[in-house]
């Protein structure tokens, strides 16, 4: 996957997406998403993939810190983005994963089935995201506490991990917290705004209301973890009110919810480690331990 194709398509499929007006209702977009991806330097390979279950999509590939970084003692999951479709693997999140390992940092980068998979789409990618993180906690190669980072569609995976009992009641390890980097963490804002074409409903096969829309929707429980939200000042892609909502909601509970709304920022310069935003996001995971 490169991410030139990966920009090509959420190009497009923004088109669609709407804007709030000063009043605060949802109206269509009149112009094109600038949001562009910079290419980046090709990653070293990971120093390991092990599976957690039995599909080839079911894998998380390992980086070690690396040699000579401060070592942190700590692990980070990186949950990829692609609005939840096949078309979108966890190759784009490599420059991502590597700069969290020269940052001190042991990383897992997950693989899940997606929509367009068979198992893809709601409940099967939801059972992925418990069965890596269960996995990650267990591995003894990867060190505790465990930090959930994910973009855009990972993002609503690692903030939906945020509110499930395994999160804090799980055996094997602990998880300290959830960045989310322009994630998709209101279903239903995301589905108004018609993000990705409408991916929201194809990622849970219905529509809200439904028991599945209720079962993915990160909106339905508050968070059992801190979450630290991020978002791009200039993201057209998943804008920041789409966690508004999800802000205010949280909060009210006595959830440990902030955002942070980076200025000069597109939908990729939160993963992009070339960035000044990427320094924000490495602040956040920080601020979790």
């Given amino acids: 996957?490169?991410?030139?194709?990966?920009?090509?398509?959420?190009?497009?499929?923004?088109?669609?997406?709407?804007?709030?007006?000063?009043?605060?209702?949802?109206?269509?977009?009149?112009?094109?998403?600038?949001?562009?991806?910079?290419?980046?330097?090709?990653?070293?390979?990971?120093?390991?993939?092990?599976?957690?279950g039995a599909d080839p999509a079911q894998v998380y590939d390992v980086r070690r810190a690396s040699p000579g970084s401060a070592q942190v003692g700590a692990t980070v999951l990186v949950v990829h983005g692609g609005f939840w479709r096949a078309a979108y693997d966890r190759a784009h999140a490599e420059p991502e994963a590597q700069a969290f390992a020269d940052a001190g940092y042991t990383v897992a980068v997950a693989e899940y089935r997606r929509v367009g998979m068979p198992g893809g789409g709601v409940p099967g990618t939801l059972d992925d995201v418990h069965g890596v993180v269960s996995a990650v906690l267990a591995d003894p190669d990867l060190p505790d506490p465990l930090i959930l980072v994910g973009h855009s569609a990972g993002g609503h995976l690692a903030t939906w991990a945020a509110g499930q009992p395994w999160t804090t009641d799980g055996e094997g390890g602990a998880v300290a917290g959830v960045v989310s980097l322009a994630g998709v963490v209101d279903l239903g804002a995301a589905d108004r705004l018609h993000l990705g074409e409408d991916a929201a409903r194809a990622f849970v096969g219905s529509g809200p209301g439904s028991a599945a829309w209720t079962t993915a929707d990160p909106m339905s429980v508050p968070p059992r973890v801190p979450v630290r939200l991020l978002w791009g000042e200039d993201d057209d892609v998943v804008p920041s009110e789409v966690g508004d909502s999800y802000l205010s909601q949280a909060r009210a509970a006595g959830a440990d919810v902030t955002s942070e709304v980076i200025a000069g920022a597109d939908h990729f310069a939160l993963i992009d480690p070339t960035s000044p935003a990427f320094a924000h996001v490495l602040a956040a995971a920080r601020s979790l331990l």
Wanted: proline share 21%.
């Fill in 1 to 52: 996957m490169r991410f030139t194709l990966l920009s090509a398509a959420l190009t497009l499929a923004a088109v669609a997406a709407c804007t709030p007006t000063p009043g605060g209702t949802m109206t269509p977009m009149t112009t094109a998403p600038r949001s562009e991806p910079a290419p980046t330097a090709p990653s070293p390979p990971p120093d390991a993939t092990r599976p957690y």
